[in-house]
């Protein structure tokens, strides 16, 4: 069964503090995708990536950064941490029909 | 802009019922429309997806009708269970550089009375 591993379920972060949350897959996707879940918003993406060493800018990616130095790797940076930060974030990979990890729940104190 | 809008933002439905959730679309770059179903604390699982070549794809009691004239398509969901309780998105993707990125629709979230 394919797989897409977000490494934390709950994190609690202070204000100003530099985030990551990691994102593995299993399943040798091209692309990777982090989106942010907020009630009544849906989900927004944050940046993407098609490729090793490559990311784009998604819908809200101010705030944000990215790395991916692996295939299967796809890491989100919070640079520095702010309250209206707090929210799910769920890591997807795929083309078309995505898998998505179970989502990191974030708050920022 | 949200390029796939749905509606609506909530549902109830009686046991047995039918539910009914609708989609819209502006972009005819579109070529790729699932359906996903989200459990509290969970991440969203594809349930069902159409292609525009089709105006009709049914897996169980799950049924994507789909207009492409109106750009418009719906997920039904037939005799509908608690255990359908969920929160649903839409999506539409297209080919090209975006490489099959999907653009969401807002969810609505269903609740199906025993």
């Known amino acids: 069964d394919v797989k897409v591993t977000q490494s934390s379920r709950y994190l609690v972060k202070r204000t100003g503090e530099k985030v990551f949350l990691e994102c593995v897959q299993d399943m040798d996707h091209e692309n990777m995708f982090w989106y942010r879940q907020d009630p009544g918003l849906g989900l927004r993406l944050i940046y993407f990536s098609y490729d090793v060493k490559m990311k784009e800018k998604g819908d809200i990616p101010e705030g944000y950064s990215v790395s991916r130095e692996k295939k299967e790797r796809f890491s989100l940076i919070l640079e520095s941490a702010s309250t209206n930060q707090t929210s799910m974030y769920l890591c997807?990979?795929?083309?078309?029909?995505?898998?998505f990890g179970s989502g990191t729940r974030l708050t920022v104190v | 802009q949200q390029q796939v809008k749905q509606s609506p933002q909530s549902l109830i439905v009686q046991k047995g019922g039918i539910s009914i959730i609708n989609c819209a679309y502006e972009?005819?770059?579109?070529?790729?429309f699932p359906w996903y179903q989200q459990f509290p604390g969970k991440g969203p699982a594809l349930l069902i997806a159409i292609r525009p070549d089709v105006s009709e794809k049914k897996e169980g009691r799950f049924t994507i009708s789909f207009n492409k004239s109106a750009k418009q398509f719906s997920l039904h969901i037939m005799d509908s269970q608690p255990g359908d309780s969920a929160t649903y998105f839409c999506?539409?993707?297209?080919?090209?550089?975006?490489?099959?990125?999907?653009?969401f629709g807002r969810g609505t979230q269903l609740t199906v009375w025993p």
């Open positions: 999506a539409a993707s297209k080919g090209g550089s975006t490489l099959g990125r999907l653009y």
């Open positions: 997807a990979s795929g083309i078309y029909g995505y898998t």
């Open positions: 972009n005819t770059a579109f070529d790729y």
